[in-house]
């Protein structure tokens, strides 16, 4: 079995910038693709930014030029810089990963969320 965990949301004022961090553990073999879903109130879901085992990334168009994906594959680990935040970048942020375990392959699993507040 495998888990993912979110961390670093918080609030900020509009400008500033924060970290997100996403970890999977368990009985992980690889991290295939990973990324970042948000929701925000009364909205659907939508894809932020996601990266492949190769490092190539897509981002959606509201975030392009301020929100950087990265990951490190040894550590199992990702991240999501997010600067010169607007308020309505607000929103619960969830990371997902593509994962290849010893009971699965290819299997998405997700994060249980992060709240990002961003002030005007």
């Known amino acids: 079995q495998a888990q993912v965990m979110e961390s670093g949301g918080g609030l900020v004022q509009a400008g500033g910038s924060l970290r997100l961090s996403c970890a999977a553990s368990g009985s992980i073999f690889s991290i295939n693709a990973m990324g970042w879903y948000r929701q925000a109130p009364g909205k659907q879901r939508e894809l932020v930014a996601s990266i492949t085992n190769g490092g190539m990334t897509n981002y959606a168009d509201s975030v392009k030029g301020r929100f950087t994906i990265s990951r490190d594959n040894d550590r199992n680990t990702g991240h999501l810089q997010m600067n010169g935040l607007k308020p309505e970048d607000t929103a619960v942020y969830f990371c997902?990963?593509?994962?290849?375990?010893?009971?699965?392959?290819?299997?998405?699993?997700w994060g249980r969320g992060t709240q990002v507040t961003v002030s005007s």
């Open positions: 997902y990963c593509d994962l290849d375990t010893v009971m699965t392959t290819g299997k998405v699993y």
